[in-house]
């Protein structure tokens, strides 16, 4: 069963879309498309890293104390941690690249108002507010 559609949401999508020239909503898709590529690229080295990594340490662990074991499972750990944190990047950036095509790209999710352009231009995958996004912090 559909949801009925919220007026609010509705009309602030389509002041969204009449508020931002077809040329500006090109260059955000451009940013956004760059940061993409970037953000695989980076994800893919990464992988790279640590198969070669995976692969050397397959073959040099003869003779390791709990020490070296340790020590080698932490550094995995670590690589791991940074190659899904490159993953939630991306995603944040193919969320965006949604709300871009959804004509909800710039307006806070919680609250419905606009994110401020200095936000976006530092963080360009933003879907909170400032003020939506420190009552999440503080939670």
């Known amino acids: 069963m559909a949801k ?39 994800y893919d080295q ?3 890293e640590i198969t070669e990594l995976q692969r050397d340490r397959l073959t040099d662990s003869a003779g390791d104390d709990q020490a070296d ?22 995603t944040q950036v ?6 871009l095509d959804e004509g909800g790209y710039g307006w806070c999710e919680r609250c419905g108002n606009p994110i401020p352009v200095e936000r976006l231009a530092a963080f360009p995958s933003a879907t909170l ?9 503080r939670r």
Do not use: M, W, Y
């Open 4 to 42: 009925p559609a919220d007026t609010r949401t509705a009309g602030r999508k389509t002041a969204a879309k009449s508020t931002r020239s077809a040329a500006e909503t090109e260059k955000i898709r451009a940013a956004l498309a760059a940061r993409h590529e970037e953000l695989r690229a980076e």
């Open 46 to 48: 990464t992988l790279s």
């Open 69 to 90: 074991t340790g020590t080698k499972t932490f550094e995995r750990e670590q690589e791991i941690s940074l190659a899904n944190s490159i993953l939630e990047r991306i």
């Open 94 to 99: 193919e969320r965006a690249l949604e709300r």
């Open 129 to 137: 507010c400032v003020t939506c996004k420190q009552l999440e912090e």
